[in-house]
């Protein structure tokens, strides 16, 4: 089995920042592209940003220039720092992976999420 789990939410204040972490452990052979996406009460999940095996990433325009997505491989393990945080940040934050189990079956794995609230 393949799990993945993200660490990191909370409370912060416009302006502020937060790091999260989204582990993934189990029956792993190999992780292809790792993401974030969110999810805001009475919208649709949204991609955030998104990172290959060899780092390339892309973002969300209404994150580009504030957040950072990147990875370390050997932990398994993708980040999100979050800069200059805005009260429309305020989401559920979900962790994504696209992972190759032992068993040679892939398929795209979520972590349970973690909430952001932006707010003073």
């Known amino acids: 089995q393949v799990q993945l789990v993200e660490s990191g939410g909370g409370l912060v204040q416009p302006g502020g920042f937060l790091r999260l972490s989204c582990a993934a452990s189990?029956?792993?052979?190999?992780?292809?592209?790792m993401g974030w996406y969110r999810q805001a009460p009475g919208k649709q999940r949204e991609l955030v940003a998104k990172?290959?095996?060899?780092?390339?990433?892309n973002y969300a325009d209404s994150v580009k220039g504030r957040f950072t997505i990147s990875r370390d491989n050997a932990k398994n393990t993708v980040y999100l720092q979050m800069n200059s945080l805005k009260p429309e940040d305020t989401a559920v934050y979900f962790c994504?992976?696209?992972?190759?189990?032992?068993?040679?079956?892939?398929?795209?794995?979520w972590g349970q999420g973690t909430q952001v609230t932006v707010s003073s």
């Open positions: 994504s992976a696209n992972i190759l189990d032992v068993y040679m079956k892939r398929d795209d794995y």
């Open positions: 990172i290959t095996t060899s780092s390339i990433t």
């Open positions: 189990g029956s792993i052979f190999s992780i292809g592209a």
